[in-house]
């Protein structure tokens, strides 16, 4: 062995250590980024008024979900690593341009819907610390773009997962709440329904905001961008799985925290806002004070990605330039679509009287009414051999997934139902 | 030409249709017809890869029913080939469906796909197939990759283009459209044994090796796999050279490995030791044992030394000379020596045991009389570096002293390699 080789066996070991450090740094982030923007300002509403209405009763409702979400986003995981394309990418390619016109553009509504209920999550939240809507809304609208646009993609992704981090105070302000970890635990574990109108909507509203049709998109997108390999999908998958569970868990710890205020002080509460207010004589001004600073944070992270990605899957789609290393004259389409997004987002909620509202609803629809066709096109994917290879879907897990993909959208067309009821009622 | 006329005098090549143009998304979903009765609907067009520009469409596929099996039809059955009708000779020129290697599905494998503008160096998605009547063959012209020919797949072109041309008479998306000649155009599909690589691969060859990197990292891994292995060792070699470390290690892991050791030989050996940096050591090792042993231990060398010094910066490919000669010599001796050195701005003067006596840049070289002595010429470098020295010290001192190349020393003075400027300015851009 020569000096040279002698020297670097010598340095094997560490740099082996260094390696592996690496490859997961190199997989990791999409699972985890995608499950903690899934828990936007809507998730964070819909969770504090399943607690505030419902106390512990809903919590069991959390496993399955947790498991149907990891089913669905470890499909995506698996598509994006097998073929290196976008779901919408797929989409075009298999189903054809009227298809993939319809998704897009209903797509397009729904996550400008859910664009102006972040933007809204930044103003609500912050009021709370007695700053105005028209400084915070403008300022938060500037820095997401002047993030994106300017900053490189890693920094980007590192302030991502930083922001993943800022969930904890969700745990925090649950530990707060004083819960009664008895009554806590028979909730989680005993499975029970009361047959009522308000507690089946919740249960279905749960589901619908918990497995949204854009996370689908993204995540996969997401995955192809970290170029992960086969080899390394294993990796991915943890990724994927360990999102999901802490998805959950912060949405459980918000139930948890509204249960053991709100519901037993008997309150009743519109939005995250109100959440936030209501634990302040409850559980104490650091309670208060963390809920509302982990909706600022979710609302302001969701409203990087959300507009970001869906630009991206447009332009893919339609083979458009796309991506934010690309200059402004490469890519019109892109950073127009961007661009819009993120003002009409934010402008929205600046406009005094708007029915928001009515808004944020009519974008859960849009969402309930893509979901079905989203799973189903999903799984005629990734069952395709030829698309997948030995990487489809198998006949048991085809099965499993079908019949998941039955039951969320009998979920979301019962979701549907009642939205539409209380709309016009 | 009336309908009547058509009825009358069935035969192609129909006059009235020669030198015209049609779109792919006009033919598909036509109703086909054999001896008066419907017998399925266009489910494909298979062209014959050839270096023809305009290559000729072979055969038709037709779906007899939804769901059912696919057949094929020979162009020299069929009769007609217009939107909304297909008339074949006859009930029996129905064949059932072969699938000659070399043929490609235009619907199947072009459109709405992604494919390779080698003119360019774009990829592009394809909204449409723009194909011409002449002769009697229908042949393909060009790739349809505008807005207008999405909207034309919308089936919304006619209320479009009125709206359009009732708001803005004169706008630009009436009269520009963006069509890339077939000749331009790689398909890139991902079955294995059906790639056709062949008729574009000169083209692709002649590519500035960063836009092909560029194009590399734009596709899909599929397609990356696909045009990656069928490039030629060198091209593939600057290919990865230019590319990002995620790509490289992609592309790397893509090839065997025999090849990919023909592929680090042709780098420079720095570039060759940051690429195996970023694989796992039995990856990089398994690698390096392919190597022809001289370039295995030129890179192993530098591969010894951290990333983030100048040590991890260098290549040991630099011209060098010895005291002894003079300036002519010295001159046919950087003519003979540029094949295996890239950088040839600065020459490096060296004593018998390999110790850095001096140093003269090539333009002093070039200006002076022939016989003045290589001993007389050089100088001392300004910037000396030694192999933990770091990359912002480099930085620095190539920028003070206006340098482009710097050399590194071991501590008993021996030149272990040089750096070079550009992979200066690498660093210092990606920090």
């Known amino acids: 062995m020569s000096s040279a080789g002698i020297a670097r066996a010598a340095t094997t070991g560490w740099r082996a250590r260094w390696m592996r450090l690496t490859a997961i740094f190199a997989v990791i982030g999409p699972g985890i980024i995608t499950a903690n923007v899934d828990n936007d300002a809507g998730g ?14 809903l919590l069991w409702t959390l496993i399955p979900i947790t498991f149907a979400l990891i089913l669905v986003q470890e499909m995506c995981a698996r598509m994006g690593v097998v073929t290196g394309k976008g779901l919408s990418d797929l989409i075009r390619e298999r189903f054809g341009v009227k298809v993939t016109f319809w998704i897009l553009l209903a797509l397009l509504l729904a996550n ?6 972040e933007f809204a999550g930044v103003a609500q939240s912050l009021e709370i610390f007695g700053i105005s809507r028209f400084v915070s809304v403008p300022f938060a609208a500037a820095f997401v773009w002047i993030l994106v646009v300017k900053g490189n993609a890693k920094i980007v992704e590192r302030i991502f997962l930083v922001a993943c981090v800022f969930y904890v105070a969700y745990l925090i302000s649950g530990y707060l ?20 109108g308000p507690a089946l909507t919740m249960v279905v509203t749960l589901v619908g905001t918990t497995i949204a049709p854009w996370m689908q998109f993204y995540l996969q997108s997401a995955v192809v961008e970290k170029r992960v390999s086969i080899e390394d999908y294993p990796l991915s998958r943890l990724d994927v799985i360990f999102g999901c569970i802490v998805t959950d868990v912060v949405a459980f710890f918000i139930v948890l925290a509204c249960g053991a205020t709100i519901f037993k002080a008997g309150g009743h509460i519109e939005d995250a806002k109100d ?4 634990l302040g004589p409850l559980a104490g001004k650091y309670a208060s004070s963390l809920f509302a600073f982990g909706l600022f944070n979710a609302s302001l992270f969701a409203a990087s990605i959300l507009p970001l990605s869906t630009a991206y899957y447009v332009c893919e789609a339609f083979g458009w330039e796309s991506g934010i290393d690309k200059r402004r004259e490469e890519a019109p389409q892109f950073y127009f679509l961007y661009t819009a997004l993120i003002v009409v987002g934010a402008g929205l909620v600046l406009i005094p009287g708007l029915p928001l509202l009515k808004l944020m609803l009519l974008s859960q629809t849009a969402n309930g009414v893509l979901l079905p066709f989203i799973l189903v096109f999903m799984l005629l994917l990734a069952q395709d051999g030829r698309l997948m290879g030995q990487y489809r879907n198998g006949r048991v897990l085809s099965w499993i997934s079908w019949a998941t993909a039955a039951i969320l959208v009998a979920l979301t067309i019962a979701m549907l139902a009642f939205s539409l009821r209380d709309a016009f009622a | 030409m009336s309908r009547q006329m058509q009825a009358r005098h069935p035969a192609p090549p129909e006059p009235s249709l020669e030198g015209t143009f049609l779109f792919l998304s006009e033919l598909l979903e036509s109703p086909v017809f054999a001896e008066g009765t419907r017998v399925g609907r266009l489910a494909d067009l298979m062209v014959e890869p050839t270096n023809d520009p305009f290559p000729r469409i072979r055969a038709l596929r037709i779906q007899a029913r939804p769901r059912g099996p696919l057949q094929r039809v020979e162009w020299a059955d069929v009769v007609l080939c217009s939107p909304g009708r297909v008339e074949l000779k006859s009930l029996s020129s129905l064949k059932p469906l072969i699938m000659p290697p070399d043929e490609i599905p235009l619907s199947q494998e072009v459109l709405d796909r992604q494919m390779l503008d080698t003119n360019d160096a774009k ?17 393909v012209a060009h790739v349809d990759v505008g807005f207008r020919g999405l909207v034309r797949r919308m089936g919304w072109q006619r209320a479009v283009d009125a709206i359009v041309r009732a708001m803005a008479p004169g706008a630009a998306y009436l009269t520009r459209e963006q069509f890339i000649p077939w000749k331009y155009v790689k398909p890139l599909s991902s079955g294995a044994s059906r790639v056709r690589l062949d008729v574009a691969r000169t083209a692709l060859a002649d590519l500035h090796p960063a836009d092909l990197a560029e194009i590399l990292a734009d596709l899909d891994r599929r397609k990356r796999a696909v045009l990656f292995r069928e490039l030629p060792v060198e091209a593939a070699a600057e290919a990865l050279e230019e590319s990002t470390p995620g790509i490289q290690r992609e592309l790397i892991k893509m090839v065997d490995s025999a090849k990919a050791a023909d592929m680090l030989e042709a780098m420079p050996p720095d570039a060759a030791a940051d690429l195996l940096e970023n694989l796992t050591p039995s990856e990089s090792d398994s690698l390096l044992s392919q190597m022809e042993p001289e370039e295995a231990r030129e890179v192993e060398e530098l591969l010894t030394y951290d990333e983030h010094s100048a040590g991890g910066m260098m290549t040991p490919d630099y011209i060098r000379l010895k005291p002894t000669l003079h300036a002519g010599d010295a001159l046919a001796e950087v003519r003979r020596q540029a094949d295996t050195v890239e950088h040839l701005q600065d020459t490096y003067v060296l004593s018998a045991g390999g ?3 001096g140093w003269i840049p090539l333009r002093m070289l070039l200006l002076a009389d022939p016989d003045e002595s290589i001993k007389a010429m050089m100088q001392e470098h300004p910037a000396r570096l030694a192999p933990d020295d770091s990359p912002e010290l480099v930085a620095d001192l190539a920028a003070k002293y206006d340098l482009y190349s710097l050399p590194v020393e071991s501590a008993d003075g021996r030149l272990l390699g040089v750096i070079t400027v550009d992979d200066i300015l690498i660093r210092v851009l990606r920090d």
């Open chain 1, 44 to 57: 964070i509403a819909t969770y504090s008024q399943a607690g505030a209405d419902f106390g512990y009763s």
């Open chain 1, 112 to 117: 400008l819907g859910n664009t102006v209920a």
């Open chain 1, 177 to 196: 709440a004083k819960p009664d970890w008895h009554e806590v635990a028979i909730g989680t574990l005993k499975p029970t329904l009361q047959f009522t």
């Open chain 1, 275 to 278: 959440a936030a207010l209501a």
């Open chain 2, 123 to 139: 990829v592009e998605r394809v909204n449409d197939l723009h194909l011409l009547r002449a002769r009697g063959d229908l042949r």
């Open chain 2, 355 to 357: 110790k850095l006596v």
